[in-house]
């Protein structure tokens, strides 16, 4: 799984930054565009697959943006800025959550070649059920820099932006997280 391509990489202009600051709907509407896809695919799989969650924190995360739009410098991206706000977002869903009780996972979806045989979609369901169950058993840490790195794509050092931790740090994280995920589905790490 990987990045989607120019639209993935597309960042909207330091002109477009400052009309969002003085409030220019135009503006607004542009970066909603521009990064409402992939905070939501990043989100939805920091959630379980959970679509409504999912959509709540992504309004969440653009509500939370507007309202602090005045102290963005243009240090980072603005899909840097945004996947942090939205990690802190899951975050916040993630302590809400262990506060309640869980409801089933929906099936994952991976982009798995389709088969004709039964056998193999029984199959391709049991692998997305452990998946989902494997992620959702990860501290939010490891989680947050699995689908950052393995299902957004993004290089090491756009997730110590995001994460706002260090080259090392985001290094060891990801290797702790792939030895966590491998224990939990009974995999070897190499």
Do not use: N
């Amino acid at each position: 799984m990987g990045r989607a391509g120019d639209k993935q990489d597309r960042e909207i202009s330091t002109e477009q930054v400052r009309a969002i600051q003085q409030g220019d709907a135009d503006a607004i509407a542009e970066l909603v565009r521009t990064y409402a896809e992939r905070i939501y695919r990043f989100v939805y799989h920091q959630v379980g697959g959970r679509e409504e969650d999912a959509e709540d924190i992504v309004q969440e995360t653009f509500l939370a943006a507007l309202q602090s739009a005045h102290r963005f410098r243009g240090d980072a991206r603005v899909s840097t800025w945004l996947y942090s706000i939205a990690a802190h977002k899951v975050a916040d869903y993630h302590r809400r959550q262990r506060r309640r009780k869980e409801e089933p996972l929906p099936p994952l979806e991976m982009d798995l070649p389709d088969a004709d045989a039964p056998e193999a979609l029984v199959e391709k369901a049991e692998v997305r059920e452990r998946v989902w169950t494997a992620l959702e058993c990860l501290p939010d840490h490891y989680r947050t820099v699995l689908v950052l790195r393995y299902i957004e794509g993004l290089p090491v050092h756009e997730i110590m932006k995001i994460t706002g931790q260090s080259l090392k740090s985001v290094e060891s994280t990801l290797m702790r997280a792939k030895h966590a995920m491998a224990a939990i589905l009974g995999l070897e790490v190499r």
